[in-house]
Nanobody, 121 residues
């Protein structure tokens, strides 16, 4: 059973920083892309940043230059360093892992439970 365990959320003042971590465990197959999504109240999850197994990254325009995604493949852990936080970054942040292929050649998405990030003005 694959589990993604997130940590590092909390309350911070505008302009401050937080670092989110997400450790994946229980996978018998390769962990390909890892990513962070966020969800604002009443909306769907949106991509914040992703990183491939080879280290290529992609960011939402709203966080470019402020957030940095990284991963430690040996630990199956992905990080999100969030700097210069703004009140509009307030959301629940979710870790995502795209895992496969399994013995049937299939890939699957797995999600963490979410961690609240609140930025006060």
């Amino acid at each position: 059973q694959v589990q993604l365990v997130e940590s590092g959320g909390g309350l911070v003042q505008a302009g401050g920083s937080l670092r989110l971590s997400c450790a994946a465990s229980g996978s018998r197959f390769d962990i390909n892309r890892m990513a962070w999504f966020r969800r604002f109240p009443g909306t769907q999850r949106e991509l914040v940043a992703l990183i491939t197994s080879g280290g290529s990254t992609n960011y939402a325009d709203s966080v470019k230059g402020r957030f940095t995604i990284s991963r430690d493949n040996a630990k199956n852990t992905v990080y999100l360093q969030m700097n210069s936080l703004k009140p509009e970054d307030t959301a629940v942040y979710y870790c995502n892992a795209f895992i496969g292929p399994n013995s049937r050649g299939s890939y699957y998405d797995y999600w963490g439970q979410g961690t609240q990030v609140t930025v006060s003005s």
